[in-house]
């Protein structure tokens, strides 16, 4: 049986994809980072995850900038990830450990960025505009966005073809 934090603090990682576990489902949950160090003592892949968290994606943590502040050992774990020797350790876990999971956040967010391309575009037209984008929409068999875009490029003397 595991404590209410524990899951909790696992499910929010799985709903960030960082975790695989058999036995919870992802969930949104707001956690802290008195949690996160509470579900580390018995879940040793959790506390692998916080540097990373912190240096890629710090905002999943409510209140971090605060709570990082009073962990002055965790401040120390940040600063010198990169730099400390892979056999120093932080709460029982090897410096090699937290860098690797480091990376698997990093790359993790990163893949993130490189899929979302688009971007929403609010403008102001009139009637007679909007009723023109439509006909030629409706003539093309395309919707509204797909029609602008195809428009740009054609407009677009800079746009390679």
Not at 20 to 45: K, M
Not at 60 to 68: E, H, T
Not at 116 to 143: C, F, G, P, Y
Request: aromatic share 4%; glycine share 2%.
């Amino acid at each position: 049986m595991t404590l209410p934090t524990v899951q909790r603090v696992i499910e929010r990682l799985m709903y960030e994809r960082l975790l695989v576990h058999n036995q919870f489902t992802p969930h949104r949950w707001r956690i802290t980072l008195e949690e996160i160090l509470t579900a580390g003592e018995s879940e040793p892949r959790v506390l692998e995850l916080l540097p990373g968290l912190l240096r890629h994606r710090p905002t999943v943590i409510c209140r971090w900038r605060r709570d990082v502040a009073q962990h002055r050992s965790l401040q120390q774990v940040l600063d010198g990830l990169d730099t400390w020797p892979p056999e120093r350790q932080w709460r029982r876990l090897p410096v090699h450990d937290l860098r690797r999971a480091a990376a698997r956040v990093a790359a993790r967010y990163q893949q993130r960025r490189r899929t979302q391309h688009w971007r929403t575009l609010n403008i102001r037209v009139t009637e007679d505009d909007l009723a023109r984008l439509a006909r030629i929409a409706a003539r093309e068999r395309l919707s509204k966005s797909e029609t602008l875009r195809r428009l740009l490029r054609q407009t677009d003397p800079h746009h390679p073809r």
